[in-house]
């Protein structure tokens, strides 16, 4: 039947034009910013850290941090959080503003005497940050996404404050994964402060796929026509 083909041809022109709406039309919930997702990796990295860790019973835990900053509240923060949901008696040792002083350098955090029974862990962040490693590409639709990955290297020590014996040292890394739409860009870097990777640069298929698509649809309509006479 002469039908059958041009059914066919624009059967195709439709299943074409479905694919291409509905991959413009998809929706899902909004990806985290990168602050939160960079945020997810250190509440990873403080339960990697301290996994494990035995505290002595009945003795407080001093949190001491070089100079604060962004990536340093996370983890000091997720540490907090880990030590009291572990029964631990935390308190925070920080520096006053403006004075240089690094509490986790130094042999006692200020305002703490040589004989108390304090236990001072002093945080490290070596290495954190956010950044797009890859492109997500597909045939026909050019870039749709960006494969995104947040890192960050940590390490502490336990210091007993009373015969600055060093009692546990450790250092672990951590690191996640997502994929982040073109179209949600705006929406991760907003509120991230200055996370805020560049975006990987686009292959020389960015100017063949729309070529491709042309000739494609081309050859349907040229089929469909063919199929009238």
Known sequence: MRGG????????????GGMLAASACASSEPPKTNLAFLDSVAHMAAANLLRGVALPPGRAVRISTPVSGDTMGLFAQRVVEQLRAAGAEVRLATPPLGSGVSPG???????????????DLRLQVSGAGVSYVGTDRKFLL?????DRMASMRVGASL??????????ANSVSALAEDRVSKGDLAYVQSGSGALVPPVPRGSGTRLLE??????IVTGLVVLFYSNRN
């Open 210 to 215: 729309p070529l491709i698509v042309v000739a």
């Open 5 to 16: 083909p041009r059914f066919t041809a624009l059967g195709t022109l439709v299943a074409l």
């Open 142 to 146: 050019g870039v749709r996404g960006y």
């Open 159 to 168: 210091v007993d404050l009373r015969t600055k014996d060093v009692l546990w």
């Open 105 to 119: 350098m130094g042999d006692a955090p200020p305002g703490v005497g040589a004989d108390s029974t304090d236990l």
